[in-house]
């Protein structure tokens, strides 16, 4: 018996002191990857533009060409399935490591995720205590779990990412393609749709525009595109819309929802591609989005928008659509 108790302590130690090793290891070698939230919680990412929010926000406001056609520089925290919550986690980690930024960008429908799941960003728990308190909140047996085997918060598709960036660097995460005809058929066919918001979220805006107000840091709180077909299926929108407004403390939500008709600046119903991109950018230019952080000179070695650019290519008080522009009337996103 005592040979048996022996040999499971042994067995016990040398896992334990195992799965330590190789969970140091692990945290070496992502501590070397150049992947955006590393780079953040490693101090290396200080930027004059930080966005937030879930894939929407992930895949409308890419770095490279913000830099092309403002001039400065941005790191999009913005990634599917994150929450307001983890938002407000990832807002203050990121503050308390590079500096406040100039301006925050949160895109408002990460409302809608659901804030008890962290998803990949458990990962980031030994960097983040924030991260860490939300994972024990909402998955304690998780959460204690990770903390007996510290390998366990690397069993996740996040580890992967980091490790292809410590060779790659990143890019801009902007989806190539088009609608399908047979995926817009499908749209059509939806039935409607009660957009949503959780009370954990909720807070967590408040909070978020508070935090940012004391330290006089810009909010922009906004609503990307939806197409067309998946907009009209909303039964709710100005109602979610005017609580959005409320909690925002005063500050405007910059409402793009509907702002453009052509299906062929759309990868899904959700999600503009990359022509989509560049055209919103455009638009939010023209209307003073980013005049806080403009860089002096108005125009780069890309030049986005024209000095003329015609006020009617916005939507403005009278109601123009900017999906009604011709071509001739946008410059070029160039390299």
């Known amino acids: 018996m005592?040979?048996?108790?022996?040999?499971?302590?042994?067995?016990?130690?040398?896992?334990?002191?195992?799965?330590?090793?190789?969970?140091?290891?692990?945290?070496?070698?992502?501590?070397?990857?150049?992947?955006?939230?590393?780079?953040?919680?490693?101090?290396?990412?200080?930027?004059?533009?930080?966005?937030?929010?879930?894939?929407?926000?992930?895949?409308?406001?890419?770095?490279?060409?913000?830099?092309?056609?403002?001039?400065?520089?941005?790191?999009?925290?913005?990634?599917?399935?994150?929450?307001?919550?983890?938002?407000?986690?990832?807002?203050?980690?990121?503050?308390?490591?590079?500096?406040?930024?100039k301006l925050i960008v949160l895109e408002a429908t990460v409302l809608e995720v659901d804030p008890s799941v962290i998803g990949d960003m458990m990962i980031f728990t030994s960097y983040s205590p924030r991260i860490a308190d939300l994972v024990k909140g909402n998955a304690p047996r998780l959460y204690y779990t990770t903390r007996v085997f510290k390998l366990f918060q690397y069993n996740n598709e996040m580890l992967w990412r980091l490790l292809y960036h410590v060779w790659k660097p990143p890019f801009d995460r902007v989806h190539s393609g088009s609608m399908t005809p047979e995926l817009l058929e499908e749209i059509r066919k939806r039935g409607d749709y009660h957009m949503t918001s959780f009370a954990e979220n909720e807070a967590a805006l408040r909070r978020m525009v508070d935090y940012a107000r004391q330290r006089d840091i810009p909010v922009r709180i906004v609503v990307t595109p939806y197409l067309k077909e998946q907009f009209g299926k909303f039964t709710n929108f100005p109602t979610w819309k005017a609580k959005v407004e409320g909690l925002a403390r005063g500050q405007r939500v910059w409402d793009y929802s509907h702002s453009f008709d052509n299906p062929a600046l759309f990868r899904d119903s959700e999600h503009m591609n990359s022509a989509g991109t560049t055209r919103l950018l455009q638009v939010m230019v023209h209307d003073g989005f980013y005049d806080e952080v403009r860089a002096a000179s108005k125009t780069t070695h890309s030049v986005l928008v024209r000095s003329d650019y015609a006020p009617s290519c916005g939507r403005n008080s009278s109601g123009n659509n900017p999906s009604s522009c011709s071509s001739s009337e946008f410059a070029r996103y160039g390299k």
């Open 2 to 101: 005592g040979k048996v108790l022996a040999f499971a302590a042994i067995f016990v130690t040398l896992l334990l002191a195992g799965d330590r090793l190789a969970a140091w290891g692990l945290q070496k070698l992502v501590a070397r990857s150049q992947d955006r939230y590393v780079a953040m919680y490693e101090g290396r990412a200080k930027a004059d533009i930080v966005v937030l929010g879930n894939s929407r926000a992930d895949n409308h406001f890419p770095p490279e060409m913000m830099a092309h056609a403002l001039g400065v520089t941005t790191v999009n925290l913005g990634l599917g399935g994150v929450s307001t919550a983890l938002a407000e986690a990832l807002m203050k980690d990121y503050i308390e490591r590079n500096g406040a930024p």
